[in-house]
């Protein structure tokens, strides 16, 4: 299980790597320029800037320099927000956002697990029809709609949570809310299919042939069995609601890195483009690997090292 | 002989989308102590659902319209689900057909043979883990010990059928319900399993309801046999008077169609024509009349009761009214019939 791990973070490296160039390039090939006052500077004006940044050498040398600087650590200045560097730019606002994607993932996961086996034990009746119902909905409606469907009601009608405040705990409620939406519906989908499936199974016969109580077999045998594929959709629900929340925290007004992201692209902010997106393909990479260490833990035919030998 | 079971006009519907399956229609038998009992018959007949309406284990489209089944007679279909669960795994227990697929595949296999022990006794979870352990070298699995937090993927067929075994037998049941034990397994392996069986009935002192398909299982195991088709039974009785001296022309198809010692090795094998009725609209009469070569004009009208052939012997089948006209079986049930007259009967 250690050299197994130890072999993944190696990969990690290695995509990092490949990732952080295909950015790059992708990055120059945008249009426009990181300087939006350009038409007011002279000529030597900007050759002085662009030579600041090091953006006068050819793309080629720049990117060196860039991997050299990544090597060591430095994801280098921004030009947008008031030239800081962009890894004390990420720290800064990297906790709301890792907070209301965490909670809303970890609410999304649970509910829908709940869900999805109530209405696999109750398939076909009301419950079944009234759970479907509701993870269409979590499915298909977006999250800003949500977001400000939320607002609308709990924070300016009702005004049980503020409207867009970042402080305490109580401010994090709407946009969590409207960021749990869509892993609710998913696993609550995921989870009632393979349940049905699970529950018809002949291993599940045999429990009860056994005189196990029904809330025995779903509890002992059911939900491990069902959770399997459950943990598959974990980490391309994680980029849905990573990439949901930019818009979210722009509504809300929470200082998140999602908000910077978009910020950073529109204004050709290329340290920050390179920056931010390293920094979610690293999350990315590390949630997958959560996932599956996690498949080893559930489901023991995939457990990794010996536990897999016949 | 006790009876310890005993089932009584028993009629299980199934709602489909097309209509309502009547899927058995009126089936009577007894389970004494101690002995094993097998019902035959093709697939659908209704063998498995018989049995699982015995544990009520059937779908939830299912529903017993009619019937009794007594155990130690008291009427199992009167009770609560609740009060059912203390007699599944306990009392009356359930092999399964496929091994490969009726294990838990999440679950250490030490923790499912000691579940029925947990669920039904107040005994701690060491003590059923060691009992499990002691059951699983009952049933031949080498170095249990070792094995108990294995899984099953981690086990071959042959002996996850035993690990099944073993999760049926480990609370002595009085009744052993094994629903195909041996359909999935290759065939030296499912003389080890039926060796196996036979050796737990005598340690253990449990009866058996053996569903099976293949005949030649069924005389390596029953003590009496019953014949279903299409629902229903039609002809029950010892071995030998089911292998030697049948009397419903099904029986005799089923008999014909399977190879023995004397078989021409290059003659095709017999079949029996044609595919059993539809049962979402059974047929009036006897279900076999349509590929029954000795079907008579009654056949189409009304259904054969059971007439008695010896003592323990029975058939429904017209051809045993005493106005039936005579008949000569197909030559393979003669040559059976002469052997019966060697072992001391009186083949009709």
Redesign the interface.
Known sequence: MAKYILKRILYLFLTLFIIASITFFLMKLLPGTPFSNQNRMSADQLKIVKAQYGLDQSVGVQYVRYMVGLLHGNLGTSFQFNNEPVTALIGQRLAPSMQIGAQAMILGTVLGILLGAVAAIRKNTWVDTLATFISILGLSIPSFVLAVLLQFYLAYKWKIYPVALWDNFQSSVLPTLALTALPLGTVARFMRTEMVDVMS???I??????????W?VVA??AL??SL?PVVTIIGPMAVSVMTGSMVVENIFSIPGIGEQFVKSITTNDYPTIMGLTIFYSFLLIIVYLIVDILYGL????IRLGNGGK? | MDKILEVKDLHVDFDTYNGTVHAIRGVNFHLNAGETLAIVGESGSGKSITVRSV?Q?LASNATISKGEVLYHGDDLLQKS??EM??????KI??I???PM???????TIGKQVA??LL??NNISQKDALKRAEEVLRLVGIPNPAARMKD?P??FSGGQRQRI?IA?AIVDYPEILIADEPTTALDVTVQAQIIDLLKELQQKIGTSIIFITHDLGVVAGIADRVAVMYAGRFVEYGSVDDIFYNPQHPYTWGLLDSMPTLDTNEDARLNSIPGTPPNLLDPPKGDAFAPRNAYAMQIDEEQQPPFFKVSKNHFAATWLLHPDAPKVTPPAAILNRYKKFEKLGGNAK
């Open positions: 199974s002949d291993y016969e045999l429990a009860k042939s056994k005189g196990n109580p029904n025995r002992k045998h491990r069995n399997i559930i489901d023991p035919r016949e | 544990l284990l689900d609740k669960d203390k007699l599944r795994g306990n227990s359930m399964f057909q496929d697929t009726s294990l838990d595949p999440t679950m579940e029925p669920i039904h899984y993927h981690q099944v999760i």
